[in-house]
């Protein structure tokens, strides 16, 4: 792991990054380089090993002798500053290296993807990071990711308890989206008020539409709630493959979208039913004429008109 490392890194941009986020602020013992190397190297199970046991490991590979009280103090907030830039390097490197340009973009300024992930951790932590509860883990952590696709730059990197749901960040984080920019996130992001927010800092998205999501036209001078069960049958008897047309998400028709229907493959149809069929026999639910439709299609929704930008996506 250390020779890959050694392919993205040298130890003096390790020690530049700590310096930088004020890990190190003047020479001592422990540098950066020897930091991170014993969290990252040292063993499979760091979260069980003792103060003690690391300032031995210290001694014997790095020849560095540091009280265990001294190395409590160095686990701090400099330090998380500090490992989450040397990740974001190293993510940046990565994703960079096998790409002389990401995305050759004229319409937008940045491409803003992002998505979490979760994990489990020691429950000793569930103070700090609590987990689902019941009978999920006592502590869990959410990582936030979100890049652009234009400069292939980090914007958000960032550790969180599990509970603090993507649909919360997704609010929490609306102001890094500025004017030029196109958000491209997972369902569980774009609730209405992270479209609006979107639109306020004069952004564009681009989405799926949600499962239980009922869109609406003004047709004439009525609401009419899209019947997406009509729609199929529609595509199924005019051999259409795809359509677009005008929507809204809200009933109150203040939030207006450019809806994109794709009718699946049988098979690709089959699987999705047979997958939601087993997850609704566990709930003790029944499939609804409504969902079977649905599943039939894929149902993406932009504030970006353009046709012809949409396709180059």
Request: charged content about 25%; aromatic content about 10%; hydrophobic content about 40%.
């Amino acid at each position: 792991m250390r020779k890959q490392l050694s392919c993205f890194f040298t130890k003096q941009e390790i020690e530049s990054l700590a310096r930088e986020s004020k890990f190190v602020q003047r020479s001592g013992q422990l540098g950066g380089f020897t930091f991170l190397c014993l969290l990252a190297f040292n063993s499979d199970a760091l979260a069980f090993e003792s103060l003690n046991d690391l300032t031995v490991k210290l001694e014997l590979d790095h020849d560095i002798c540091i009280k265990k009280q001294s190395l409590d103090e160095r686990f701090n907030q400099r330090a998380v500053s500090f490992l989450t830039a040397a990740i974001a390097e190293l993510f940046s490197k990565q994703l960079a290296g096998g790409m002389a340009t990401l995305i050759s973009c004229d319409q937008f300024e940045r491409i803003l993807i992002k998505d979490s992930v979760c994990f489990q951790i020691d429950q000793s932590l569930s103070k700090f990071y609590p987990g689902s509860g019941g009978s999920g883990s006592a502590a869990s952590v959410r990582i936030q990711f979100e890049y652009d696709l234009v400069s292939g730059s980090i914007v958000d990197l960032s550790l969180n308890a599990f509970n603090d749901q993507d649909a919360t960040n997704s609010t929490l984080t609306i102001d890094v989206v500025r004017e030029g920019d196109l958000v491209i996130r997972d369902l569980a992001y774009m609730h209405l008020s992270a479209l609006r927010g979107v639109l306020q800092n004069l952004g564009d998205f681009l989405c799926r539409l949600q499962a239980n999501k009922n869109v609406y036209q003004l047709r004439g001078k009525k609401k009419v709630k899209l019947n997406f069960s009509r729609i199929v049958r529609a595509m199924t008897d005019a051999g259409l493959e795809k359509f677009e047309d005008w929507v809204f998400l809200d009933q109150n028709l203040t939030l207006q979208v450019r809806l994109f229907v794709y009718l699946l493959p049988e098979r690709v149809y089959q699987e999705r039913i047979r997958k939601a069929h087993l997850n609704a026999q566990k709930k003790g639910r029944q499939l609804g004429k409504e969902f079977k439709a649905r599943a039939r299609l894929n149902l993406f929704i932009t504030s970006y008109a353009r046709k012809w930008c949409l396709r180059g996506l």
